[in-house]
């Protein structure tokens, strides 16, 4: 079946940038989600990106895929404190009615 | 606003007791969704509801049930068979059947989350 990756963890400075990697298995995902969640909250969307693409960028967020690795990743500029949170992401698999499948999420800490 | 509430924000559970978890959206959407989320891993789906009387089991059903009866609700019960029932419970809902057409991008949105803990 289908089987999203992620690391656990991730340290950076405020003001750094910070990349979170994804890796995925499943070739026929038609849209791979960034959701982001604050200690005991639910998931808020960040952004998407479809399947045919290799960037978006919103703002401070960009997100690359490279479809060939089945690599994506969000890559957060200048980082703030407020930026602390488990970032998850998330594939939407063509072949399942509007099921997602999410990675075990990465804890982003950021440090003063 | 529209949203998604869930209800109540801490829920305990008794040994041998089934409780009910609400999860009401007014976003006008067909399709819901329950997942339960345990510490350092995703999100695992336990039930979805893509209309009104009619849900499928998701990767982890065992020992839960569900009902809707209306577009606006999916209730969740985890029922005594499920063991170990301590975790984050997260109700999500999406356009689902009146997205225009397949490949139609469909963000799934969630509610705050329900924590459920055995006394």
């Known amino acids: 079946g289908e089987d999203v990756e992620q690391s656990l963890f991730l340290s950076v400075r405020e003001g750094d940038s910070s990349v979170i990697n994804c890796t995925y298995t499943d070739s026929s995902s038609t849209y791979l989600y960034w959701y982001k969640q604050e200690p005991g909250a639910g998931l808020q969307l960040l952004t998407y990106i479809f399947s045919n693409m290799d960037m978006k960028q919103d703002q401070r967020l960009t997100v690359l895929l490279n479809k060939k690795d089945k690599h994506l990743s969000l890559r957060i500029a200048d980082t703030q404190t407020g930026d602390s949170a488990i970032y998850f992401c998330a594939e939407n698999w063509s072949g399942s009615a509007r099921q997602l499948t999410f990675g075990s999420g990465t804890q982003l800490t950021v440090l003063p | 606003d529209g949203g998604i509430t869930q209800s109540p924000k801490y829920l305990f559970r008794k040994e041998g007791q089934n409780v009910t978890l609400s999860c009401e959206q007014n976003?006008?959407?067909?399709?819901m969704y329950w997942y339960r989320q345990d510490p350092g891993q995703g999100l695992r789906l336990i039930y979805y509801s893509q209309i009104v009387n009619d849900f499928q089991k998701g990767d982890i059903a065992e020992g839960y049930s569900v009902s809707r009866e209306k577009k606006e609700s999916f209730p969740l019960t985890v029922t005594s068979a499920q063991k170990n029932p301590t975790a984050f419970y997260l109700c999500a809902s999406s356009i689902g059947l009146a997205a225009p057409g397949p490949g139609y991008q469909e963000t799934q949105y969630f509610g705050p989350g329900t924590r459920l803990l055995v006394l």
């Open positions: 976003l006008n959407h067909d399709a």
